[in-house]
Structures are given as structure tokens and as C-alpha cells.
Nanobody, 125 residues
Framework: VQLQASGGGSVQAGGSLRLSCAAS????????MGWFRQAPGKEREFVAA????????YYADSVKGRSTISRDNAKNTVYLQMNSLKPEDTAVYYC???????????????????WGQGTQVTVSS
């Protein structure tokens, strides 16, 4: 599967953005999806994940309550709605996919086999 992330941009603190990740192919619903981010000089970190049907979602503590992950399997797209953005949310955001998901492993970059190219989110104070 090929992933194309979009929707990043520059916003002021308190603003909102919706990131999108479009996937190629006709088997999108068979992929467990995640969003990660990487700030300059830091390791890539987990942001959110969603199960194949969208029935289960998972969030990092840093974004819980401010972000919502969702997916539209008919459109082969996963979304990340981010509200009340903070300067510390500034990073490149990546979407990722895997078919081989094991319970509790959504947090790890090594769980995912496919990655998008990233989209920049910049939040100014």
C-alpha cells in the first residue's frame, strides 16, 4: 500500500487542523492505521491509531482529548483532527499502516510496515 499524507500547515496556538492520509489499493480496510510525529532532534513518537473497522481508537496522552482519529474505508482515507493545538505539537506528521497488528503494539514504529511521506505541522505561540 502507498500512503499520501496531507493537510499540514501553520496555525496559531489554539487552532485546528485536519490531517488526511490517502491509501492506494483496494484492501485499505485490511490495514490497521496509525499517526506518528517527529519534531526536530527528537525520535518519532506515537500520536494515534485506529483499528480496521474504526471501532477501536488509541491516543497518546499528549493529544488525548484534543485529537480524533477516524477512517473512511470507502475513500481509503484515515484522518487526524487536531484541536487546541499547542507549540509542542509542531512536528512532521506521518501516517503508517500494517496488516499484522498484535494487541497493544500500536505504540511502536516497528509495528508498521508502510509509511507516508509526512506533512509538516507548525504551531506558533
Amino acid at each position: 500500500v502507498q500512503l499520501q499524507a496531507s493537510g499540514g500547515g501553520s496555525v496559531q496556538a489554539g487552532g485546528s487542523l485536519r490531517l488526511s492520509c490517502a491509501a492506494s489499493g483496494r484492501t485499505f480496510r485490511s490495514y490497521f492505521m496509525g499517526w506518528f510525529r517527529q519534531a526536530p532532534g527528537k525520535e518519532r513518537e506515537f500520536v494515534a491509531a485506529i483499528s480496521w473497522s474504526g471501532g477501536s481508537t488509541y491516543y497518546a496522552d499528549s493529544v488525548k482529548g484534543r485529537s480524533t482519529i477516524s477512517r473512511d474505508n470507502a475513500k481509503n482515507t484515515v484522518y487526524l483532527q487536531m484541536n487546541s493545538l499547542k507549540p509542542e505539537d509542531t512536528a512532521v506528521y506521518y501516517c503508517a499502516a500494517t496488516k499484522e497488528y498484535y494487541s497493544g503494539s500500536y505504540y511502536y514504529t516497528r509495528t508498521y510496515d508502510y509509511w507516508g511521506q509526512g506533512t509538516q505541522v507548525t504551531v506558533s505561540s
